[in-house]
């Protein structure tokens, strides 16, 4: 198979170490001073890929119209905050809702990234906290240290088979409206590979309303997945 090409867009308050962590994924560096989008090939399950990754300069230049047409372009999301700033993970609430808005969807792979894992000492978003926020919103979610590099290979990797399980889902959701009219949903659905066949099962399209899902207890086999 030929390699997949991604973009994953890195947002989130400013100091959290978006840079730090994009650098420590691209070349095992760290020199947080740098801020630029990068191109990197990666083996993901035996399946290579081409990243493009845009570390993004600050929630200032990121807001309003002209970067929901920016953030469209995205197929993943990494919302970064510091796990030593309470301030900076508040603030992500309002960057997933700029990628819900530009996606036009509440289901997008986003990860959910408290950083600076290494400062336990001076922790003021606890672990539960993050991971309830990436299950409200139907994220992925881990704690990395772009200065040791924990996790920060693990996320990229659990990013892009989230990408992967999205584009599946897509993949058969579009057939599915195809063959409407000439055959049964039996069929496709039983004559696409078994992986294909699962992505559907864990996450119908359309999607259910958030607040739906909530009360039923959510179907969330997909939505939450710790690296640690
Ligand atoms: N201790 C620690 N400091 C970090 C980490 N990541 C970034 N920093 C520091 O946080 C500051 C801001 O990092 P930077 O990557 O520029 O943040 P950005 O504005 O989100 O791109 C710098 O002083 C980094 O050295 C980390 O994982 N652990
Ligand atoms: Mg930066």
Redesign the pocket.
């Known amino acids: 198979m030929p390699a997949q090409r991604f973009s994953i867009v890195v947002v ?10 994009t650098l420590r994924f691209l070349r095992d560096q ?1 020199d ?2 740098i ?1 630029d989008s990068y191109c990197k090939h990666i083996e993901v399950d035996g399946q290579e890929v081409t990243l493009d990754i845009i ?1 993004t ?2 929630q200032n230049e990121y807001r309003g119209h002209w970067n929901d047409q920016f953030m469209r372009s995205g197929d993943g999301f990494i919302c ?1 905050y ?1 796990i030593t700033s309470m301030g900076s993970f508040q603030e992500l609430v309002g960057f997933r809702n700029q990628i819900w808005r530009a996606k036009e969807s509440e289901y997008v792979p986003i990860m959910i990234a408290g ?5 336990a000492g001076e922790r003021e978003v606890g672990t539960e906290v993050g991971r309830e926020f990436a299950e409200l919103s139907n994220a992925l979610y881990t704690e ?5 590099g924990f996790n920060i290979h693990e996320m990229v990797n659990e990013l892009v088979r989230e990408i992967v399980r999205a584009r599946q889902r897509e993949g058969l959701a579009e057939m599915q409206e195809e063959s409407h009219e000439t055959s049964t949903m039996d069929e496709t659905v039983s004559s696409m590979p078994v992986s294909v066949t699962m992505g559907y099962v864990k996450s119908p399209t359309p999607p259910a309303p958030l607040e739906m899902e909530k009360e039923l207890g959510g179907s969330e086999e997909r939505c939450c997945c710790t690296i640690m």
Do not use: I, Q, R
Request: aromatic share 4%; hydrophobic share 30%; net charge negative.
């Open positions: 989130g308050d400013g100091a959290v170490g978006k840079s730090a962590m760290y947080p001073t801020e570390d300069a600050g970064v510091s950083n600076k894992s290494d400062l990395t240290s772009a200065k040791t």
